[in-house]
């Protein structure tokens, strides 16, 4: 592209010169020659006044006398009737330009020039223009390189960042060029990079929340499976199937869940909802796993309320903050129900050390840990809430305190206050 604009430009310059060069010089050349005819011409008639006039006063005339008042710089043979001819300066070889002047007293003048001095003076004009032309070529090639580099280095520039986009580098580069199309072109680009950027960042995120939401419900239904599988009491297995497609209804609703919050993280669904069952129905499906691990789990506080929100999205929240005790606490964790205003809250503690203080503030940023997991469960669960209208907050760092806010239904006559239980 460079070079086709080069030679373009370079072309265009050409024409122009060689159009206007040839005019010029065909007007100087004409010009010049003019001037050398009106000068012969005026020389002839001055000799021919002088000549008149000495005749007139009776004074000699000869050539040195000619010669010095005239000062003549060309040859001219002076023709006086009845007198030998005079003449002043050499006579030219060659071709010549002649100027004829004739007198009152029938004197005649011939002042003659060789056109090679016009030659010359055309040669000089000729030169000029040449080095004129010349100028203009190389300031036209040099204005040429400049404005091919500015096209030609912005479209590099813009073929490199497609190239990167469609290598999977989605980072805009907001470099502008000062050309509004390609500036437009960079615009574009950069804000493909970003909406590229942001579907790549989705996925990855609901690649990586799908991997650490899925883990704990396989892993139960995967226990659930081996009490069938280790029982030959029809009962038994009767009652682990039922709790084992409880499990698989609750795995969909997760993975509905999440590809609902890949779209939109602030899209709910929520509705009223009974909030003893999700609370019952966690520690039913940990107390498993804390018994194998020596601990217990247990509920207590209010019962009876019903709170507004996603009753999946809610387990998930829930489960989140139960899994999170039982890698990183100790002793029995407790889930509470309480009421404060017009929100329903459980709490979440343990026995355990709590949270460190340098991760206080940022426990539910991803990627945040205290032990080396993946830091993702407890910034997936503050999403859950906030996109059912609800908030997950860190109450106490030590003995950790987790609890989740909810809007709570209207009062239900149901609600009433039980002691603590252990369940």
């Not at 029938?106 to 016009?118: A, K, N």
Request: no cysteine; net charge neutral.
């Amino acid at each position: 592209m460079r070079r086709r604009l080069i030679n373009s430009t370079l072309a265009v310059v050409l024409v122009v010169i060689a159009v206007f060069g040839v005019s010029l010089v065909i007007v100087e050349t004409r010009t010049i020659s003019s001037s050398a005819q009106e000068s012969v011409d005026s020389e002839a008639v001055s000799l021919v006044s002088i000549v008149d006039s000495r005749l007139i006063g009776g004074e000699p005339v000869n050539p040195d006398i000619l010669a010095e008042q005239s000062g003549a710089r060309r040859y001219a043979l002076i023709d006086i009737p009845g007198r030998a001819p005079i003449e002043i300066g050499e006579r030219p070889e060659d071709s010549v330009i002649r100027g004829v002047a004739q007198g009152d007293r029938g004197v005649t003048v011939t002042v003659e020039e060789s056109r090679s001095t016009v030659t010359r003076e055309v040669g000089r004009t000729l030169l000029i223009i040449g080095a004129v032309a010349l100028l203009a070529v190389i300031a036209a090639v040099l204005l040429a390189v400049r404005q091919a580099n500015r096209l030609a280095s912005p479209l590099t520039d813009l073929a490199e960042t497609a190239e990167r986009l469609g290598s999977g580098d989605p980072r805009p580069r907001h470099k502008r060029y000062g050309v509004p199309e390609l500036d437009r072109v960079a615009d574009v680009l950069d804000a493909s990079a970003e909406r590229i950027a942001r579907m790549l960042t989705a996925e990855r995120r609901l690649a990586a929340d799908a991997s650490h939401q899925l883990r704990t419900p396989l892993t139960a239904l995967s226990m659930r499976l081996e009490e069938i599988s280790e029982t030959d009491d029809p009962a038994t297995v009767k009652e682990e199937a039922h709790i084992a497609l409880t499990q698989v209804e609750r795995l969909t609703d997760v993975v509905q869940r999440l590809l609902t919050n890949s779209r939109d993280p602030r899209t709910g669904s929520a509705i009223a909802f009974d909030l003893d069952e999700v609370v019952k129905q966690q520690i039913e499906e940990w107390r498993p796993a804390y018994r194998s691990a020596g601990r217990a789990v247990v509920r207590s506080g209010k019962v009876g309320m019903r709170a507004v929100g996603t009753p999946g999205a809610v387990a998930q929240v829930l489960a989140a903050l139960i899994e999170n005790s039982l890698m990183h606490g100790g002793g029995t964790v407790a889930l509470r129900t309480r009421v404060t205003g017009n929100q329903a809250v459980v709490e979440v503690t343990d026995e355990g050390p709590g949270v460190p203080p340098d991760l206080g503030a940022r426990i539910f940023e991803r990627t945040i840990s205290g032990r080396n997991s993946t830091g993702i469960g407890l910034a997936v669960a503050r999403d859950l809430a906030e996109a059912d209208g609800g908030r997950l907050e860190l109450l106490q760092q030590q003995p950790p305190v987790f609890a989740l806010f909810l809007s709570r239904e209207a009062r239900s006559r149901k609600e009433k206050n039980e002691p603590p239980t252990i369940r």
